[in-house]
């Protein structure tokens, strides 16, 4: 039970403060008792010096006989005198005693230390004594007789009122502090509890959110506190973890239509001539065309392993040098047929002898991804420009388009891993929306980098930047550029 009290957190705060408290609490009242009941005997001291002075100014000693002048003198000075003779003792310079009180005699007091008075003439000497119940403070002070002669004056008081004072200030004390102590404990227990709640309500709130539901918030109290400032960032983590997990839902749905489609007319196609039956001339239309869906599909799934490998790593490279104009050259020439298919125009200016140390099988990658995009979001009779050209040591593609373009807000997106924007997805156009990523991967594993500038209804314009090898390891210098512009097909 109290491992597990000592467990909770407020209660372990609580805990810790009370007992730093307890201590300090602690020396605080021992100084505050040792310094009062100093005080307090020392009143006590002061007045048995008074008392001293007054019994003195009474006193005439002349041949070892003790005369008292208190009748002559004034009625203060004679109660003073008279509260004094309760403990009194006036003895010779050899300890024998001339005068006395009767409870002063009662006491059979030890010789003074203070003796022999030739010694220590002016040392006035304190000791206190126990008589039965009562506590005596006595003080030894010489006197100086007629003809130079030292006497020993000894006077002395109860401290019993002292003792009964200190005794109430320990009881005082000793009821204090430990109620001051518990009030605290209390107090602590309830603040620290207090400021906790918070934190059990966010934890609380915290168990509501599941990987399948994220739309629940931590409490923010508003007060902009550190469990406030907490909740923020773990909300904002919430936010980040939610978005993610929509665009993966989304992205899995994308893929399964992806994957979902070229099956289904495959297996519409097939189906259909197996029951019609048909000449070799329309199995031959027909396979090639369900080629072309098998490719769609072969690409789909070698997007998503290409994904799974580069999970979280940047694009491995195997570069060589390679001439950059063959490859664009080759990609547009490749991607022609494509393009004349739809209607598309496309065309290259594309200076030679572009060299450097490139990956090729995925600057191909890369390439084909723009050129890809640039016609499927494009319209029948518009057109595709590809530019190579060098500008300060980097080789510079552009590939524009007069296709749909793309709105602002999804330009700062189409780089994300499975962003699809929603006019793309609407239009059923095709895709995973993973070939933006890997090109953007692709340019910078190259040092480059891909920046996109779109207006959208009017198309789009995609920009590569490679860095060069230096001329020395290129071998060859750029010098001239191609104009090629191909005619439809
Ligand atoms: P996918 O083409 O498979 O959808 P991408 O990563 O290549 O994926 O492109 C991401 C998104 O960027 C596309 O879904 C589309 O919305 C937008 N996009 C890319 N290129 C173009 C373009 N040339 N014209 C218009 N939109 C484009």
Known sequence: MKLMLLRRLSSRLAFKQTVTFALLVLVIAWSAYALLARRIYGQIDEELQDRAIAVRSMLQIRAGSVKWLNAEADPEVRAHFERSMRYYELLDDEGRTLDASRAMSALHLPASSALPLSLQPDHNTWQSLTAGNTRIRILDEPVLGLAGRHFLLRIGTSLDEADEDCHRLQLFLFALVPFIILAHAANAWIMASYSLRRLELTSAA????????????????????????????????????????????????????????????????????????????????????????????????????????????????????????????????????????????????????????????????????????????????????????????????????????????????????????????????????????????????????????????????????????????????????????????
């Open 206 to 489: 915290a168990k509501q959110i599941t990987p399948f539901d994220l739309s629940t918030r931590l409490p923010v109290s508003g007060r902009g506190d550190e469990i406030d400032e907490l909740s923020i960032s773990l909300n904002a983590m919430i936010s980040r973890m939610q978005s993610s997990f929509q665009r993966m839902t989304e992205f899995l749905r994308n893929l399964s239509h992806e994957i979902r489609q070229p099956l289904t007319v495959l297996r519409a196609e097939t189906e259909q001539a197996l029951r019609l039956g048909s000449s070799e001339t329309n199995y031959r239309d027909m396979l090639s065309k369900q080629l072309e869906h098998v490719e769609l599909l072969a690409r789909t799934v070698s997007d998503l392993m290409e994904l799974a490998q580069s999970e979280g790593e940047q694009v491995k490279l195997q570069r060589e040098k390679e001439d950059l104009s063959e490859l664009v050259q080759a990609a547009i020439d490749g991607m022609r047929p494509q393009a004349g298919e739809r209607g598309i125009k496309i065309s290259g200016t594309v200076q030679q002898n572009v060299i450097g140390a490139f990956d090729a099988g995925q600057i191909w990658r890369l390439l084909l991804n723009l050129l890809d995009n640039a016609i499927k979001f494009n319209h029948a009779g518009g057109h595709v420009d590809v530019i190579l050209a060098v500008h300060h040591d980097a080789a510079i593609i552009s590939v524009s388009d007069s296709g749909s373009g793309i709105i602002a807000e999804d330009q700062a997106h189409i780089f994300e891993r499975g962003y699809r924007a929603p006019s793309a997805r609407k239009s059923k156009v095709p895709g995973t929306g993973l070939g933006l990523h890997f090109a953007h991967g692709i340019a910078e594993a190259h040092g480059g980098r891909i920046e996109v500038g779109s207006v959208p209804g009017e198309g789009s314009c995609f920009r590569v930047s490679l860095p060069l090898l230096p001329a020395s390891m290129s071998g060859e210098t750029p010098t001239s550029t191609a104009h090629w512009d191909a005619p439809i097909n």
